[in-house]
Structures are given as structure tokens and as C-alpha cells.
């Protein structure tokens, strides 16, 4: 069933927001994109700081923002739940006065609202938390405070900005473990805005890739690391993508280079190849790889245990070679080199949506 | 084998063009203090603190200056509340007008005053219509003075302070369901509260020393608007070393006060 149903249009200046989003209940959607994508914005209009220029937002059933119908519920009468990037827990109330906010100004009664806080203060496991101001919580603590302080009101929408930014590394992989099982529940639909692809993947059920305030990929997770559709998802997950034309077993590049593939593709078409399978030779191989092409060196970087090699040529990509393997190569900026592929090593798949 | 250093830190060295000026300028707002207790009749002291009129007249001035301060926070922080809160046409002109009074000469303010709250003024003549009652000479009369002269302070402690605030926080509670008014009572509010301690130390510390206004508009009668600023003044010219002794008192009750408040609250003056 579909809880939260958006077509969001906002447009500022010359930035112009034009997404659909549509999450169901129980599911945790992430909204993932560069910076500048229109990430916020969306999260603003959808907590009603913002309102649309265009579109509609639904939340089970209810008219949240309509513009062309002027309804325009604002963000105190939504029942949205917002995790801030930084939280923005208010530094003079307790922790567990900041979780009962929510329900005092619903009306709850104060005696009520503290015994619920209390209790969504030990599900966290903050329970000896519950007195101290935020400035005395550590980054992971003030987070869980946070995420408590959404939920108590029992929001239908859950919204998160960059739930784990402003934590440090050790504690990143921590949360972003424990975050997942408390973001699920039936009764609401969940949206985590980030520009980590390892958050959206952990927490999210489904990605919603936003760049330049468009949608351009929407998938699982696996889908999604598996065939990337944009050069910013292949980045993200360590791809080099090519769009093309598939015959057969070769998909020809808009330069006119090729790419045989194992998979029998035809017609427009995507080919993906991880930089791990890249071999790199300094004169041209016997055998018989079916990829192979001449390029230029033009980057070297660390990436963990191995050498990142930048790669200009009529096939643009990067390939890790080991620390011996580019030290034997003597691998220098401008160095030419062969660059060969296995056609089992590669991805095609269609260019077109379904 | 490294030899082990001691750190020592860096000692910004003053050009003495710049720390020449700074010794007379501290010089010149300490050297009246030192003078005022250089002349002080110990001996004397407690007989001439116990005189009635010296009570009467400080028993006045802390009341009437915490009274207008209480009235300047009332009226003030909503007003510094628009100012920084609400964008509207004329904001600025608005803005200066608040600070008409930090600037106006005193005597003017009570003139103006007069004019406009006199059992004649604009408004002063309905009001003394409508109810009998009159504000110039009363107690009353002395707290719209200092009221009036004493509220910028406030108001631009405040707003400052407002404007200086993250207003994401408003936003958070927004989201929380919390609407403009507990917005403001529960999260606003507390957050701009040192702003507001300053604003209204700078807001007493002004009525208690409030003398142009006053004697211009409430006159000078001992015991209902005679407050110790206009008894320092009368005193000075009969019985020089009351004065004294009646300024001492003041300075005492202000160090006194900000001396108590800056620990806790005033890092923001």
C-alpha cells in the first residue's frame, strides 16, 4: 500500500526540483544524490518547511500540498517525524524532555508524555541518558535522542537528512548497523536522505537517485550497484559505465570503439566493468582478449591495498592494479599502456528503461 | 640527544601607539570612581545612609527601575520579535525609531513625553478624560520615563540576539507540532535568554540612572518621584557629602548587580 505519494516541483532561481516519490507503508526509501541534487529541498517540501510550486504530496490519502488546489498543511500539523543533519536536539531541555516534546505539543499530558519518552528513551537504550542536556551526549547518543524525538509522536512520514554525517567513522559503522531495524515499521513510511551510497544501500529497501533535481535511477540496492545507470551511480560504486549500441556480443560506443560483452545484447544499451578486472600491459599482449585498447595514463591514487590508474583513451576508465603490478609497469603520468578486459568480466544490459 | 624545550607562549606585544591611549582611556573611566571613594565620608557613613530620605529616595529608584525594566520586557521582546522575526515594509524605519530614545536627549524624551501623556498631551487628555487620572508627577509617571528611555536597550539586546539564533531550531519545533506561540515560550525564547539578561541589566542599569526624563516629567518630589539620581543633584548643591554618599550607594547597588549577573548569565554584554 502506498503511504506517501509525491510529485515534487519546486523551483528556486535557476535550481529546478521536478521528482516523483512514492513510498509504501513499512518501506524505508532513500533519496540519494550529489550535493545540490535537490536532496533537501525535497525533505523540506515533504516536512512542509517549504511549500511546492508544483505537484501534490499525499500522505495516506490526505492532501498534505496542493498547490493547484491551494491546500497546504503546514509542517506543525503534519504528522511527520524529522531526524536533522545535525540533529538540532534543543540544547536547554534534557534528552528526555527533548523526545516529549512532540507529544506535549500534541497535548499529551506531561506526566504521560515523560513516562513515553522514558520508554522510547530505554528502547534506544539512553535510559540513564534521560537527564543530560544534548552538549553532554556523545555523536552516536545525541543521534538516537534524535531519532526517539521523531518517533514518539508516532509520525505516518519519517523523514532523515544525512542521518550519519555528522558522525565519525567507528561510530558510523555502529549506527548505520543498528539505524536499519529501528527505521522499519508498518505504520509509516520511512525516507533517508544521503549522498553515502553505503548508508542507502544499508538502510534503504529502495534508492531514489536524484541528480540535478531529477530522478535517474530508481532500484534496489542490488539493482542499483549491479547497473548503474548515470556516471555519478557508477562512481559511487566503483564502476567504469559506457552507454552504447549492443549487436550481438558488441556494443559500439558513440566514438566508434567497441566492447565485447558475454551477454547478447540489441539495441541501445550500457556495458560495466569493474576496474579490478582491468589488465594493464606496457606491450601489447599475445593472446587473445577480445577487449583490448591503447590508452594513456592520466591519474594515480591510492585505493586501499592497490593503485587506482586513471586511464584517457578511446575507452576512458579506471583500473587498479596492486602496488608491485604499478611499480613493475613503472606506471608515470602520460605512460602508454594496453588495457585489456575479458569479455566474462563485463556487464551489458539495456539502455533503456523497462 | 634533543634538548627538551620548555614551551612558553607567544606574548602579543602592544604597539605603543595603541597601549598608550588604552591606559589614559582606562584611566578616565576609572579616575571619577577612585575620586568618588577618595572623598567618601567614612566616618560619617552609616548616620547618613540611615537618614530616611536616602532610603525613601533608593527604595524608589530600585522599584520604579525594575518596574519600567518588567514593562520593557513585556512590550520589548515582542517588538524585537517582529523586528527580526517578521519581514514587512518599513522594517527599517521601524528599527530606527526603536532607537530614537537611545539617542534623544533625555530632557527631550520628558518633554516629549509631556506632550504626548500630559493631562493635556495627545493621549494624555483622553486618558485624564476618560479616568480622572493623570501620569506626569506621579511614581507611575517616573516608570514611563524610565520606561522610555530604557527600553532600546532592550529591544536591540533582544533582537540581535534573535537574529543571531539558529533558526532551524524554530523549524524542528515546527515539525514537532509545536505552533508560533509555544514555539516562541519553548524553544525561542530559552535560546536568545542570555541575550535577554543582557538587554535587561542594560535596561535597569539605564532606568536607575534615568535624571532628564524624570525631572522633566515627574518632577522632583521626595518620596513619590524623587529618585537618587535627582537626589544626588539636589544634595550636591545643599549638603555636598549627602551626595557623595548618595552616588556611593548607586555605584555599590550596579557593581553590585552586574557583578552578580555576569557570572551567570551576561556573557553576552
Not at chain 1, 113 to 125: E, I, P, Y
Not at chain 2, 17 to 44: D, E, N, Y
Not at chain 2, 85 to 103: D, E, H, K, S
Amino acid at each position: 500500500m502506498t503511504l506517501l505519494s509525491a510529485s515534487l516541483g519546486v523551483r528556486r532561481g535557476a535550481f529546478s526540483l521536478s521528482a516523483d516519490l512514492d513510498v509504501a507503508a513499512g518501506e524505508v526509501v532513500a533519496l540519494l544524490g550529489p550535493n545540490g541534487a535537490g536532496k533537501s529541498t525535497a525533505l523540506r517540501a515533504l516536512a512542509g518547511l517549504l511549500s511546492l510550486d508544483t505537484g501534490v504530496i499525499t500522505v495516506d490519502g490526505v492532501a498534505w500540498d496542493v498547490p493547484a488546489s491551494d491546500v497546504f498543511v503546514p509542517a506543525r500539523s503534519r504528522s511527520v517525524g524529522v531526524v536533522f543533519q545535525d540533529y538540532l536536539l534543543f540544547p536547554h531541555l534534557s534528552a528526555l524532555e527533548n523526545v516529549a516534546f512532540g507529544l506535549r505539543t500534541r497535548g499529551v499530558a506531561a506526566r504521560d508524555a515523560r513516562v513515553a519518552a522514558a520508554s522510547w528513551l530505554d528502547r534506544f537504550g539512553l535510559g540513564s541518558f534521560a537527564v543530560r542536556r544534548p552538549g553532554r551526549l556523545s555523536g552516536g547518543q545525541a543521534q538516537r535522542v534524535a531519532l526517539a524525538r521523531a518517533l514518539a509522536p508516532h509520525p505516518r512520514l519519517l523523514l532523515l537528512d544525512e542521518p550519519l554525517a555528522a558522525l565519525d567513522a567507528a561510530t558510523r559503522q555502529e549506527v548505520r548497523a543498528s539505524l536499519r531495524h529501528h527505521l522499519a515499521s508498518p505504520e509509516r513510511a520511512t525516507v533517508v536522505v544521503t549522498h553515502d551510497p553505503l548508508d542507502a544501500m544499508v538502510l534503504a529497501d529502495r534508492i531514489v537517485v536524484l541528480e540535478a533535481g531529477q530522478v535517474t535511477q530508481t532500484g534496489t540496492p542490488v539493482e542499483i550497484t549491479r547497473f548503474p545507470r548515470t556516471d555519478y551511480i557508477a562512481r559511487l560504486v566503483g564502476l567504469n559505465l559506457y552507454r552504447g549500441v549492443g549487436a550481438g556480443h558488441v556494443v559500439t560506443l558513440p566514438n566508434g570503439a567497441t566492447v565485447t560483452c558475454a551477454d547478447s545484447i540489441d539495441g541501445p544499451a550500457f556495458v560495466a566493468f569493474a576496474p579490478s578486472s582491468v589488465a594493464l600491459h606496457r606491450t601489447r599482449p599475445d593472446g587473445s582478449p577480445r577487449n583490448l585498447w591503447p590508452a594513456t595514463v592520466t591519474g594515480l591514487e591510492r585505493h586501499g591495498d592497490n593503485v587506482r590508474v586513471r586511464l584517457d583513451g578511446d575507452v576512458p576508465m579506471a583500473a587498479d592494479v596492486t602496488t608491485a603490478g604499478a611499480a613493475a609497469l613503472s606506471l608515470t603520468l602520460g605512460a602508454q599502456v594496453w588495457a585489456a578486459v575479458k569479455a566474462t568480466e563485463t556487464q551489458a544490459y539495456p539502455g533503456e528503461p523497462d | 640527544m634533543t634538548e627538551v624545550q620548555r614551551r612558553r607562549p607567544v606574548r602579543t606585544r602592544a604597539p605603543v601607539v595603541l597601549l598608550v591611549p588604552a591606559l589614559v582611556g582606562l584611566a578616565f573611566l576609572v579616575l571619577p570612581l577612585v575620586g568618588l571613594i577618595a572623598r567618601t565620608p567614612w566616618g560619617s557613613l552609616g548616620e547618613r545612609l540611615a537618614d530616611p530620605a536616602v532610603i525613601a529616595a533608593l527604595r524608589l529608584s530600585l522599584f520604579t527601575a525594575t518596574v519600567a525594566t518588567v514593562v520593557c520586557l513585556v512590550l520589548g521582546v515582542p517588538l524585537a520579535w517582529v523586528l527580526a522575526r517578521v519581514p514587512f515594509r518599513g522594517r527599517r524605519v521601524v528599527r530606527a525609531l526603536v532607537t530614537v530614545p537611545l539617542v534623544l536627549p533625555p530632557v527631550v524624551g520628558g518633554v516629549a513625553l509631556f506632550l504626548a501623556l500630559g493631562r493635556r498631551g495627545l493621549v494624555g487628555a483622553w486618558l485624564y478624560e476618560a479616568t480622572g487620572y493623570s501620569l506626569p508627577f506621579t511614581t507611575t509617571g517616573v516608570i514611563v520615563a524610565e520606561a522610555f528611555v530604557a527600553m532600546p536597550f532592550l529591544v536591540i539586546s533582544v533582537e540581535g540576539a534573535l537574529r543571531a539564533a539558529d533558526t532551524r531550531y524554530e523549524e524542528a519545533a515546527a515539525t514537532l507540532g509545536a505552533g508560533g506561540w509555544m514555539t516562541f515560550r519553548r524553544v525561542t525564547l530559552p535560546l536568545v535568554a542570555p541575550g535577554v539578561a543582557a538587554g535587561s541589566v542594560l535596561c535597569w542599569a539605564r532606568a536607575l540612572g534615568e535624571f532628564g526624563a524624570t525631572i522633566t516629567f515627574a518632577g522632583n518630589f521626595p518620596g513619590r518621584t524623587q529618585t537618587m539620581p535627582l537626589a544626588v543633584y539636589l544634595a550636591l548643591e545643599t549638603d555636598p557629602s549627602a551626595a557623595i554618599v548618595l552616588s556611593l550607594v548607586l555605584l555599590v547597588v550596579c557593581v553590585a548587580i552586574l557583578a552578580l549577573l555576569r557570572e551567570r548569565w551576561v556573557g553576552a554584554l
